[in-house]
């Protein structure tokens, strides 16, 4: 019983200190607003598919596809384009899925990028 009571207590001061971290889910919305991702461009990328970025007429830069990638996005992209595609994979469940499905079996991941900013461009104001 002692063992239970104690590990009560430990789980109760646990929860307690929980309370004062930084709640991962919970992005500043004023960081996301700055980054481009709103409400509106949540909603566009809703209607984007995997077709949409098979049938995108671009070719893929072969001679640029050795670019490193940190954390899933590409090195090759500007500083504001890299924190918008974090923010963005981590956010809009759409992209990150997106993402995952064509790369790299069906495309380059500098092709997926170069497509998404295209289709965002009006969406968003770096």
Not at 19 to 28: A, F, G, R, T, W
Not at 54 to 82: G, H, I, K, Y
Not at 104 to 121: D, S, T
Request: glycine fraction near 4%; charge should be negative; charged fraction near 25%.
């Amino acid at each position: 019983m002692e063992l239970w009571n104690r590990a009560r207590g430990f789980a109760e001061e646990a929860a307690k200190r929980s309370q004062y971290l930084p709640q991962p889910s919970i992005i500043n919305g004023v960081y996301l607003h700055r980054f481009g991702i709103t409400q509106e461009l949540r909603e566009f990328v809703e209607g984007i598919t995997i077709t949409t970025f098979e049938d995108f007429p671009l070719q893929d830069d072969t001679e640029l596809s050795d670019v490193p990638a940190v954390s899933n996005v590409r090195q090759d992209l500007t500083e504001w384009q890299e924190k918008h595609a974090r923010l963005v994979l981590s956010t809009v469940k759409e992209i990150s899925r997106l993402r995952y499905e064509p790369c790299p079996q069906v495309m380059k991941e500098r092709k997926f990028w170069r497509i998404y900013f295209i289709l965002v461009n009006n969406h968003i104001a770096p």
